[in-house]
């Protein structure tokens, strides 16, 4: 495993970006700026989830409007991402807030596109207030534990 | 007038340099500071997106400011708070640091845009509350809200670089005068 990490800091791309004395501090603002994108897109839907925030409106509804927000953001996120990684794996393989944030964020996009999609998009009737509540807990659970361990990958080194 | 002899003795405080000098309350701090950005310009830039019609388009304009504003203003609270207790832990390396007086001004220039949106074109919110394409003059608050965040969260972590400190010399004089560095020699 460590290899492969090795391999990936030693190529081309990695090398290129931890060569450059801006190029990490671009990315990682860029991941900064998606970071508040995603976190306004996930708490709006799980605010709502609580019966907080647009109450007005659907739960499907602001699920359904905040989608396309999500999903851009996740994008930017996953692609500045992997780019800081890139640039540093071999810290991150001995960082443990690294694994803790995979973890947490293979957690978080499985829940966010499977069970937390499904409660969203259903109809009124078939939704159950105290189970929505309870999904917008696990949601905001697992979303805080990518964003705390993104952070403490810094302090750790 | 500076206001560097005042953070100078900010800094020699008991205060300042236990939380400079703890191993877990300044990532705390930071970390709180960090986060909270989900909730404050997370829910500005969802409102900012609504002005441009971008998301939440068959939302009022004003269901979205009404709902959202108490968020926005808690997550704010914290990030100030958060944001003093950083620059009370390292006030005279922020004091002299370009990208947290770019941030300031930028910071300022957000607040501003918000106060002539608040005051102006959204005193006749009535008239526009449901239109997908709101008034030019709500779009461009939109857009001035997005670019100042933008701006203002890429400074805040440009911070951390030292590339433009008072103790990196040589600086060209520009970054020395615009950094406030108090450098011996002909460049002030």
């Known amino acids: ?157 | 007038m500076s206001l560097l002899p005042f953070c100078q003795w900010l800094a020699e405080t008991r205060g300042s340099i236990a939380l400079h000098e703890s191993l877990y309350m300044y990532p705390l701090v930071e970390s709180a500071h960090v986060l909270t950005l989900c909730l404050f310009v997370g829910m500005s830039v969802l409102l900012d997106l609504r002005l441009l019609g971008v998301t939440l388009k068959r939302v009022p304009v004003s269901e979205v400011t009404s709902r959202l504003l108490p968020w926005m203003i808690g997550g704010f609270t914290i990030m100030l708070v958060t944001g003093l207790l950083l620059f009370y832990a390292i006030p005279v390396r922020s004091y002299q640091n370009i990208f947290f007086r770019l941030k300031l001004i930028t910071l300022a220039l957000a607040g501003l845009n918000a106060w002539y949106f608040h005051e102006g074109i959204h005193k006749r919110v009535g008239e526009w509350d449901r239109d997908v394409r709101t008034p030019s003059r709500a779009r461009l608050a939109g857009i001035v809200s997005l670019a100042c965040w933008a701006v203002i969260v890429v400074s805040g972590r440009m911070i951390a670089y030292n590339w433009f400190d008072c103790d990196m010399q040589p600086q060209p004089p520009i970054v020395n005068r615009l950094a406030g560095c108090q450098v011996s020699g002909l460049e002030r």
Not at chain 1, 61 to 77: F, K, T
Not at chain 1, 97 to 113: D, E, G, N, R
Not at chain 1, 121 to 144: E, G, H, I, K
């Open chain 1, 1 to 157: 495993m460590l290899s492969v990490f090795q391999s990936i800091e030693w190529s081309s791309v990695g090398q290129l970006i931890k060569n450059s004395p801006w190029a990490f501090a671009v990315i990682e603002s860029i991941h900064l700026l998606a970071l508040a994108v995603i976190g306004g897109a996930v708490l709006l839907v799980d605010l709502r989830l609580m019966g907080l925030g647009l109450k007005r409106q659907t739960v499907t509804e602001v699920a359904r409007d905040a989608q396309p927000v999500l999903v851009w953001s996740l994008g930017v996120m996953l692609l500045t991402g992997i780019a800081l990684f890139v640039s540093e794996a071999i810290k991150c393989y001995y960082s443990t807030p690294f694994w803790v944030k995979m973890a947490s964020l293979l957690l978080a996009i499985l829940f966010t596109f499977t069970i937390k999609r499904k409660i969203t998009l259903a109809d009124n009737a078939t939704r159950n207030p105290a189970l929505m509540r309870v999904v917008a807990v696990v949601s905001l659970a697992l979303w805080f534990g990518v964003g705390a361990g993104g952070r403490w990958i810094g302090f750790s080194g």
